[in-house]
């Protein structure tokens, strides 16, 4: 698996999924049978849904205290915080001039909070 940051982890889950960059798709990628990780900068309560359909969340910016972090432990959640390095672009992310878009699968590590590539592609 090839690395592609790491943020802070705010749960004690580790995950696999697609990423996908709304709420809407967390919930509609879910309902096809999709394991799936939600990127945003930050959650709201109106994400809550999305996070119970989702095995993983990552955002941005937040902390500990953060709605992600307290949600993605109460619906026991992989969770990586403050991965500041990740910039949401139209149909993906930007990870140190790297392009990655939107259906990768990744691996949510909740011991060092690396986010890793699968498959390595």
């Known amino acids: 698996m090839k690395k592609l940051t790491e943020g802070q982890v705010a749960s004690e889950v580790s995950a696999t999924g697609i990423?996908?960059?709304?709420?809407?798709?967390?919930?509609?990628?879910s309902k096809m049978g999709e394991k799936v990780i939600l990127i945003k900068e930050f959650t709201q309560p109106e994400d809550t849904v999305a996070?119970?359909?989702?095995?993983?969340v990552?955002?941005?910016?937040g902390g500990l205290t953060s709605?992600?972090?307290?949600?993605a432990r109460e619906f026991k959640k992989a969770c990586i915080?403050?991965?500041?390095?990740?910039?949401?672009?139209?149909?993906?992310?930007?990870?140190?001039d790297n392009f990655y878009p939107e259906g990768i699968?990744?691996?949510?590590?909740?011991?060092?909070?690396?986010?890793?590539?699968?498959?390595?592609?």
């Open 67 to 71: 709605h992600a972090s307290i949600t």
């Open 58 to 61: 990552i955002t941005i910016c």
């Open 81 to 96: 915080i403050n991965v500041s390095d990740v910039k949401i672009q139209e149909g993906g992310i930007m990870i140190n």
């Open 105 to 121: 699968k990744v691996f949510l590590d909740r011991v060092i909070g690396g986010i890793y590539l699968k498959n390595g592609r």
């Open 51 to 56: 996070i119970e359909h989702s095995v993983g």
């Open 19 to 29: 990423i996908v960059l709304s709420s809407d798709e967390a919930i509609r990628r």
